[in-house]
């Protein structure tokens, strides 16, 4: 592994059920900046599983199953999830490893070497649902102030260990302010330094009427969010000077649903303070998935199944919508209409027709033979199109990149529908029609290029269509100069159109046509 691997990583799900689209939200986009990032050099990208904590072990019991045997039957299809939607982790974590729990174990003992774990009683109230400590000024009606819970809270009275996190107010302060791209979009910044402004209390970490998590030594368990939170590091055999450690250590993009923010660009740095380690350079907090205006979540049980979306859709087609439809940092509301929307609009009539009718006429007109590059108002109007989209990758803007590409297979369209190939070919213009013929080819072969990273099976598809062998993993600043396709290259016209149209149908036919 070189040391220039960017390393990307998504929360770890509580398994306390099954996967929904919003999980699968967060899983696309880091597997995209991950595939992103293969392309400049190598990443590596971290996922996995939350499997502690009361939430957890609640929904267990609900199922008459002992907590490990039920998160051993649920991980399958966790993984499954990545699998259907093409999302490549490097390493998947479970916090119910041996090699989580046992480093879990040497950070407490590290942190209560150095004074920064201590020993106190808590008093005070706890969500189960959003295993959270709240004081009890910050309850509303006596109830989780969380405005997406408010669910009854319990009280709890125990012999605790802490963490000294009040003591790093300052230090994270000044790490915000130093550091502006600390915390992504503006919005999650503002509000975690108008958190830290309004002061810090220490932070109860271990829980004494639970087992269901890390033991800690002289009883209790671990506090599930710090245990969690310990995978990012864990996952890289910290404890043990591992040289994924070594190399990998900061991240450089953590991704988390903005409403746990806090937990991630608070207590994680400050923990992170603590054992002498540094911050991630970028903790991105993402908008939610809504229902009807609603967030999707487990616990309301507005939820879209995305096993039954993709057989539906088709990986790729959902990979795009879901970028696509908003900024990465705002909330957006899923709908199977606008899904198909994209797929008939975007995907089907302006890439997939581009790719048909030039491929089409290329066979017709030149026995699918690319001709030679001729100079090119496309290629020179382009020119600065990767820049544009690594520019808009760099801040995690993937509908803005996605509409820059967009401009290129619009720009494509357009060369087509203007010069009118098939009157060149009439005519006998031969030249005019082999300098159209090759920058639509070559359009295409920038396209599959820099499309790979969002839809990796459709572009790996039109990567083959154009004569070329395997995926479209290439450096982008040698392949992606005008030109670059080679005369001479033999097309092999798709049997079938890349996105077939897909019309309000019954499931059962519909999964047919995304095939
Ligand atoms: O919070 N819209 O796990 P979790 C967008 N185990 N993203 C969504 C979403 C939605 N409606 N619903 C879920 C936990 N997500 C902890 C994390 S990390 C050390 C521990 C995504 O199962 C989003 O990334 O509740 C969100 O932050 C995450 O799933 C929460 O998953």
Same mark, same amino acid.
């Given at each position: 592994?070189?040391?220039?691997?960017?390393?990307?990583?998504?929360?770890?799900?509580?398994?306390?059920?099954?996967?929904?689209?919003?999980?699968?939200?967060?899983?696309?986009?880091?597997?995209?900046?991950?595939?992103?990032?293969?392309?400049?050099?190598? %990443?590596?990208?971290?996922?996995?599983?939350?499997?502690?904590?009361?939430?957890?072990?609640?929904?267990?019991?609900?199922?008459?199953?002992?907590?490990?045997?039920?998160?051993?039957?649920?991980?399958?299809?966790?993984?499954?999830?990545?699998?259907?939607?093409?999302?490549?982790?490097?390493?998947?974590?479970?916090?119910?490893?041996?090699?989580?729990?046992?480093?879990?174990?040497?950070?407490?003992?590290?942190?209560? &070497?150095?004074?920064?774990?201590?020993?106190?009683?808590?008093?005070?109230? /706890?969500?189960?649902?959003?295993?959270?400590?709240?004081?009890?000024? $910050? @309850?509303?009606?006596?109830?989780?102030?969380? +405005?997406?819970?408010?669910?009854?809270?319990?009280?709890?009275?125990?012999?605790?260990?802490?963490?000294? @996190?009040?003591?790093?107010?300052?230090?994270?302060?000044?790490?915000?302010?130093?550091?502006?791209?600390?915390?992504?979009?503006?919005?999650?910044?503002?509000?975690?330094?108008?958190?830290?402004?309004?002061?810090?209390?220490?932070?109860?970490?271990?829980?004494?009427? *639970?087992?269901?998590?890390?033991?800690?030594?002289?009883? #209790?368990?671990? /506090?599930?969010?710090?245990?969690?939170?310990?995978?990012?590091?864990?996952?890289?055999?910290?404890?043990?000077?591992?040289?994924?450690?070594?190399?990998?250590?900061? &991240?450089?993009?953590?991704?988390?649903?903005?409403?746990?923010?806090?937990?991630?660009?608070?207590?994680?740095?400050?923990?992170?303070?603590?054992?002498? @380690?540094?911050?991630?350079?970028?903790?991105?907090?993402?908008?939610?998935?809504?229902?009807?205006?609603?967030?999707?979540? $487990?616990?309301?049980?507005?939820?879209?199944?995305?096993?039954?979306?993709?057989?539906?859709? #088709?990986?790729?087609?959902?990979?795009?919508?879901?970028?696509?439809?908003?900024?990465?940092?705002?909330?957006? %509301?899923?709908?199977?209409?606008?899904?198909?929307?994209?797929?008939?609009?975007?995907?089907?009539?302006? *890439?997939?027709?581009?790719?048909?009718?030039?491929?089409?006429? *290329?066979?017709?007109?030149?026995?699918?033979?690319? +001709?030679?590059?001729?100079? %090119?108002?496309?290629?020179? &109007?382009?020119?600065?199109?990767?820049?544009r989209v690594h520019e808009a990758m760099t801040t995690l803007g993937f509908r803005d990149a996605l509409e820059a590409i967009w401009e290129l297979?619009?720009?494509?369209?357009?060369?087509?529908?203007? $010069?009118?190939?098939?009157?060149?070919?009439?005519?006998?213009?031969?030249?005019?029609?082999?300098?159209?013929? /090759?920058?639509?080819?070559?359009? @295409?072969?920038?396209?599959?290029?820099?499309?790979?990273?969002?839809?990796?099976?459709?572009?790996?598809? *039109?990567?083959?269509?154009?004569?070329?062998?395997?995926?479209?993993?290439?450096?982008?600043?040698?392949?992606?100069?005008?030109?670059?396709?080679?005369?001479?290259?033999?097309?092999?016209?798709?049997?079938?159109?890349?996105?077939?149209?897909?019309?309000?149908?019954?499931?059962a036919t519909a999964a047919i046509a995304a095939s």
């Amino acid at each position: 592994m070189s040391q220039s691997a960017f390393f990307v990583t998504t929360p770890i799900y509580y398994i306390s059920g099954n996967p929904h689209m919003g999980h699968a939200y967060t899983s696309i986009a880091a597997d995209v900046l991950a595939r992103y990032h293969r392309t400049r050099g190598t %990443s590596y990208f971290l996922t996995g599983t939350d499997e502690h904590g009361q939430k957890v072990a609640q929904a267990a019991a609900a199922a008459g199953m002992a907590p490990k045997a039920w998160t051993d039957s649920l991980v399958p299809r966790w993984q499954e999830l990545c699998a259907r939607y093409d999302v490549r982790y490097d390493d998947f974590i479970r916090t119910t490893e041996p090699r989580h729990i046992d480093q879990v174990v040497e950070v407490f003992e590290r942190l209560k &070497a150095t004074g920064d774990v201590y020993l106190g009683t808590y008093e005070g109230w /706890y969500c189960t649902n959003d295993e959270t400590f709240w004081l009890e000024a $910050k @309850l509303i009606d006596g109830r989780c102030p969380n +405005p997406e819970c408010g669910r009854e809270v319990q009280w709890l009275s125990e012999q605790n260990w802490f963490f000294a @996190l009040s003591k790093y107010r300052d230090r994270l302060l000044s790490y915000f302010r130093e550091n502006p791209n600390f915390v992504r979009p503006e919005r999650s910044y503002n509000e975690m330094v108008a958190t830290l402004e309004g002061g810090l209390d220490d932070l109860c970490i271990s829980r004494t009427n *639970l087992d269901w998590g890390v033991p800690l030594p002289g009883g #209790g368990v671990m /506090y599930v969010w710090l245990d969690a939170l310990l995978n990012y590091i864990t996952a890289l055999d910290y404890t043990h000077d591992g040289e994924k450690f070594r190399t990998l250590w900061p &991240a450089n993009v953590q991704l988390v649903g903005k409403e746990i923010a806090r937990f991630h660009t608070i207590i994680w740095p400050a923990v992170l303070f603590a054992l002498g @380690l540094p911050a991630p350079e970028m903790v991105f907090a993402h908008g939610w998935m809504t229902l009807e205006g609603e967030k999707m979540s $487990k616990s309301r049980g507005n939820v879209v199944d995305p096993f039954e979306m993709v057989d539906r859709f #088709g990986a790729d087609t959902l990979r795009y919508f879901l970028l696509r439809e908003a900024p990465f940092g705002s909330d957006f %509301s899923f709908g199977e209409e606008k899904v198909r929307l994209r797929r008939n609009g975007d995907l089907g009539n302006d *890439l997939g027709n581009l790719a048909r009718r030039s491929l089409a006429m *290329l066979v017709k007109y030149r026995d699918g033979v690319v +001709p030679a590059p001729a100079p %090119s108002a496309t290629g020179a &109007a382009f020119a600065t199109l990767p820049a544009r989209v690594h520019e808009a990758m760099t801040t995690l803007g993937f509908r803005d990149a996605l509409e820059a590409i967009w401009e290129l297979v619009a720009a494509l369209n357009r060369l087509i529908d203007e $010069k009118r190939p098939w009157d060149l070919h009439k005519h006998g213009a031969r030249e005019e029609l082999d300098a159209v013929l /090759y920058d639509v080819c070559e359009g @295409l072969r920038w396209l599959a290029i820099m499309l790979w990273p969002f839809m990796p099976t459709k572009a790996t598809e *039109l990567y083959g269509t154009l004569g070329f062998v395997g995926e479209p993993l290439v450096a982008w600043n040698d392949a992606l100069r005008w030109g670059g396709l080679a005369a001479g290259t033999h097309v092999a016209p798709a049997e079938l159109p890349l996105f077939p149209r897909m019309d309000a149908e019954p499931a059962a036919t519909a999964a047919i046509a995304a095939s």
